[in-house]
C-alpha cells in the first residue's frame, strides 16, 4: 500500500515527465517495430526438400536454417569454420527439433573449396530444392582471396557464382526449385568497374562492397534469363540492416565518437531472426513460384537500383565472372 501511494504521489507531482517519457516509450517501440521489417506468413511445408545455405553458421544465415528446418527440410550448412558449423548445425538442430541437418566444409574464398563441396553435394545429394548464397564479407581491408581476387568480389560474388552455376544441373532435376542471392541496399551505391573490377588503382572497402552486392543483383537478373522454362527461379534480397558478425570489419574502424553516436540506434536495427524473414520469405512463398530475377525487401518485390536493371552489364559480367573461375 506504501509503495502505491508513493507511485501515486510521484506521479501527481511529475506529470509531465511521466506523459514525456511514456510518449518516448511508445514511440521507440513503434519505430522499433516499423524496423522489423515484414514477416513471411507462409506456412509452406518442405517435408522431403532439401536446402543448402551458405555461411549457415552463424547470423540470418542461421536463422534461415532454423526456420526451413522446422519446416521439415534437410539442411547442409556450408560453412569455413567446421568446429563453429557443427555447434551451429546442434543448435539448429535443437531449436527446430528436425535432426536432418548437416555440415559441409566450404571456402568460397577458394575455388577449388568451391568446387569441392559442389562434388561432394553432386555425389550424396539426390536433389537440391533450395539454394541460399547467404555468405559474405563487408567492408575488408585490401585483401586477395586465395586465387588472386579482391576478397569481397571473390567472396561475396564470384564463390557464389561458381557454387550455383557447379549445382545448376541438380537444381533442374529437382524443379521447382529456387536460388537466393543475399544481397544489399548498398547495391544502389555500386556500380561494376570491369575495367579495374579488383579495384587494384583506387580501393575502398565500402566501394568495393557495393561493387560485389550490385553484382548479386545483376548475377540473379542474368541467372533468370538464362533459367527460363527450367523450373529453376532466382530472387535476390535486401535483408535489413542487421548487426551481425558482418560488420567485424567496419565497426572496429569506425572513429570513436562516431560509434559513440551511433550505439543508441542500435535498438533500432533488425535482429537476425528479423532479418531472415525476406530470405525465407524468396526460399518458401508459394505465390513466387512464377517470379524470377526480382529484387525484394522486407518480405515483398522492391525495385532495384538503375543499375541493377541494366540486361547488357548482367550479361557483360557473366562472361567476366565466367572467364575469371574458368567454368565450362
Not at 106 to 114: E, G, I, R, T
Not at 156 to 170: A, I, Q, R, S, V
Amino acid at each position: 500500500m506504501q509503495n502505491f501511494t508513493a507511485i501515486r504521489s510521484f506521479v501527481t507531482q511529475y506529470p509531465t515527465t511521466i506523459a514525456a517519457i511514456t510518449v518516448t516509450g511508445v514511440g521507440l517501440f513503434g519505430v522499433k517495430k516499423w524496423m522489423a521489417g515484414g514477416v513471411c506468413s507462409s506456412k509452406a511445408s518442405l517435408d522431403g526438400k532439401t536446402v543448402l545455405i551458405t555461411g549457415g553458421n552463424t547470423g540470418i544465415g542461421k536463422e534461415t536454417a532454423v526456420d526451413l528446418a522446422r519446416r521439415g527440410a534437410r539442411v547442409i550448412l556450408a560453412c569455413r569454420d567446421m568446429d563453429r558449423a557443427n555447434k551451429a548445425a546442434e543448435e539448429v538442430k535443437k531449436r527446430s527439433g528436425n535432426n536432418n541437418v548437416v555440415v559441409r566444409k566450404l571456402d568460397l574464398a577458394s575455388l577449388q573449396s568451391v568446387r569441392e563441396l559442389a562434388k561432394d553435394v553432386l555425389a550424396s545429394e539426390e536433389r537440391l530444392d533450395v539454394l541460399i548464397n547467404n555468405a559474405g564479407i563487408m567492408s575488408c581491408p585490401k585483401w586477395q582471396t586465395e586465387d588472386g581476387f579482391e576478397m569481397q568480389f571473390g567472396v561475396n560474388h564470384l564463390g557464389h557464382f561458381l557454387l550455383t552455376n557447379c549445382l545448376l544441373d541438380l537444381l533442374k532435376k529437382s524443379a521447382p526449385s529456387r536460388i537466393v542471392n543475399v544481397s544489399s541496399l548498398a547495391h544502389k551505391r555500386g556500380q561494376i568497374y570491369f575495367n579495374d573490377v579488383h579495384q587494384e588503382k583506387d580501393y575502398s572497402p565500402w566501394k568495393s562492397y557495393s561493387q560485389s552486392k550490385l553484382a548479386n543483383v545483376l548475377f540473379t537478373r542474368e541467372l533468370a534469363n538464362r533459367l527460363q522454362d527450367t523450373g529453376v527461379t532466382t530472387y535476390s534480397l535486401h535483408p535489413g540492416v542487421i548487426w551481425t558478425e558482418l560488420g567485424r570489419h567496419f565497426w572496429p574502424t569506425m572513429p570513436i565518437w562516431k560509434r559513440v553516436v551511433y550505439t543508441p540506434f542500435m535498438f533500432l536495427i533488425k535482429s537476425p531472426t528479423e532479418g531472415a524473414q525476406t530470405t525465407i520469405h524468396c526460399a518458401v512463398e508459394e505465390s513466387l513460384q512464377n517470379e524470377s530475377g526480382l529484387y525484394y525487401s522486407d518480405c515483398a518485390p522492391k525495385t532495384a537500383a538503375p543499375q541493377g536493371l541494366d540486361d547488357e552489364a548482367a550479361k557483360k559480367l557473366w562472361d567476366l565472372s565466367a572467364s575469371m573461375v574458368s567454368l565450362t
